[in-house]
């Protein structure tokens, strides 16, 4: 007889696509009830997304928040509130989500790549500068993975130029750059609300800012235009859809918001616990917030050497879903954003290529040797799937996976 052989026993990882990776509970269930009990549903009249408003700016340590539809409507809503005219450029990341670079174009901006540094994934002050033009109407930082970009030199550079800096903060919320909370050391801060980010509504996004006027456009952006503040003098003051939030997903939010420190502290405790069983693994360089930054872990991504590990990152991912279901993502997002097919073949409205037509030749110009650190950091990372419900047996497990494969493909 032949014996068949045994598939070994995967431990399952909590995920955060449905319950067993997410903190949602009675405490959501009651505050939608609440809302649905209270019959009103819109942002205009209820008093959830208000709430919602008011508790997550005093969270964050901003003057101004607003509720919205996604977090690329977050992003939406600051470069709209930075008021572009059609071909002002945006200085921006290779490394994002498409959500944080579509609403530039939307609004008739010019996305400019700045290159990462490879070994955080991040744009610096230097890769930015050499984008600075006299079109440079906005900086975009994305902290990425939680882990926040070197603010103190990117102010210094905007700041100089006086050019405003929008912080995507979609995968950092609580993350800190000198104990300042991301999203409050720029003009404006946006945050996502999606399934997978730290806290979650399945879909929403969140902008603050300290800025009256900036709040003051923010504000009618999300609101057709129109200032339900101002009754006397009802009117659209310009170009904007409706990108509100409503009461119901106000209500999970608020539920989520009393949850948010603890979800940031069981990420950064299981992280940190992972990197000290990562120690020392030839070839594996786990992160490395700089003294500057806390690092509050959207995802773990480590840097796999492949001179030394065998094929890599994909390597490392392949024995890690075959021989454990882990299932990770090496290079991310597969390849930088300038190489998805929007921006190679420049596909916007109808055939007429706008704003792409409006652009010089250097802003659009995107032949790889000018981004070393975007191909090398996509190469090289390897990023595993987080959440604030990991507890040491699955920390175990992880740690224990990843070394005997790199132990087999050294
Ligand atoms: C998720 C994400 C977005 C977009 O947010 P959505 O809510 O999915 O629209 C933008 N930027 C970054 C960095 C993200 O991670």
Redesign the pocket.
């Known amino acids: 007889m032949v014996a068949t052989p045994v598939k070994p026993a995967f431990m399952t990882l909590p995920s955060d696509q449905e319950a067993s990776g997410r903190t949602l509970g009675e405490a959501e269930i009651a505050l939608v009830t609440e809302a649905i009990r209270s019959g009103t549903l819109t942002a205009t009249k209820g008093r959830m997304v208000k709430g919602l408003e008011k508790r997550f700016a005093e969270m964050i340590g901003a003057k101004y928040a607003f509720a919205c539809n996604?977090?690329?409507g977050a992003?939406h809503c600051a470069v709209a509130a930075i008021n572009p005219k059609p071909g002002d450029e945006f200085i921006t990341t290779s490394i994002?989500?498409m959500?944080?670079l579509t609403p530039i174009l939307y609004q008739g901006g010019i996305p400019v790549f700045a290159d990462v540094d490879p070994n955080t994934w991040n744009v610096t002050a230097e890769t930015i500068e050499r984008c600075i033009t006299d079109r440079t109407k906005a900086i975009i930082v994305?902290h990425i993975f939680g882990n926040p970009c070197e603010m103190t030199e990117i102010m210094a550079l905007a700041d100089r130029h006086g050019i405003p800096v929008i912080e995507?903060c979609?995968?950092a919320y609580f993350a800190t750059h000198k104990g300042q909370n991301v999203g409050t050391i720029g003009k404006i801060g946006c945050f996502?609300l999606?399934q997978g980010?730290h806290i979650t509504t399945g879909?929403g996004?969140l902008v603050v800012t300290d800025d009256e006027e900036m709040a003051h456009r923010l504000y009618l952006f999300i609101n057709k235009g129109f200032d339900y503040g101002k009754p006397q003098q009802p009117d659209h003051f310009f170009i904007a859809l409706n990108g509100r939030m409503s009461e119901l997903v106000g209500a999970v939010a608020l539920g989520q918001l009393d949850k948010l420190q603890g979800v940031v502290d069981s990420r950064q405790v299981a992280a940190d616990k992972l990197t000290a069983k990562l120690a020392g693994i030839p070839g594996l360089h786990t992160p490395e917030p700089s003294a500057s930054n806390t690092h509050v872990y959207w995802k773990y991504a480590l840097r796999v050497d492949k001179n030394i590990i065998r094929d890599g990152a994909v390597g490392l991912a392949k024995m890690l879903k075959e021989e454990k279901g882990i299932f990770s993502a090496p290079r991310y997002i597969q390849k930088p954003a300038f190489q998805c097919e929007i921006f190679e073949k420049q596909i916007t409205f109808g055939d007429s290529n706008w704003p792409f037509n409006l652009a010089t030749p250097e802003a659009v110009d995107y032949t790889p040797s000018k981004f070393p650190g975007t191909f090398s950091g996509l190469e090289w990372v390897l990023v595993l799937p987080w959440n604030e419900r990991y507890t040491d047996a699955h920390i175990d497990y992880i740690a224990e996976a990843v070394k005997e494969a790199v132990a087999r493909l050294s």
Do not use: L, P
């Open positions: 996604s977090g690329s992003i994002t989500d959500g944080g994305t995507d979609a995968q996502s999606q980010k879909e996004g």
